[in-house]
Nanobody, 132 residues
């Protein structure tokens, strides 16, 4: 199995930046490159949204339109970590951010848009608050 732990959340002013990290621990026999890693967020009273995912096999990425051009996803399989670099943050980005992992069996977009079916392991979440 995989264990994921997010870090890097906090309070930031509008227009600022944050870098979220997702540390991944894999049990014996689990090869990290076989897994898509995704970042999801859930704001109070709203549904969870897949904002960015990255394939382990080919590095393909997906971004939700709301973050395209502002957020950058990356991963380092050797270091067992994934990152979400967030810039030009606005109050609308305030949410709990989760990283998750799903087997890389279909397109990264499909996995990101269907996390209930595609993502098997989840972190505990980290709060991001954008406020003046």
């Amino acid at each position: 199995q995989l264990q994921l732990v997010e870090s890097g959340g906090g309070l930031v002013q509008p227009g600022g930046s944050l870098r979220l990290s997702c540390a991944i621990s894999a049990a014996s026999g689990y090869i990290l490159k076989d897994w898509t890693i995704g970042w999801f967020r859930q704001a109070p009273g709203k549904d969870r949204v897949g904002i960015s995912c990255i394939s382990g096999t080919n590095g393909a990425t997906y971004y939700d339109d709301s973050v395209k051009g502002r957020f950058t996803i990356s991963r380092d399989n050797a270091q067992s970590v994934a990152h979400l670099q967030m810039s030009r943050l606005s109050p609308e980005d305030t949410a709990v951010y989760y990283c998750a992992a799903g087997v890389d069996y279909t397109s990264v977009q499909t996995l990101c848009l269907n996390p209930d079916h595609g993502m098997d392991y989840w972190g505990q979440g980290t709060q991001v608050t954008v406020s003046a």
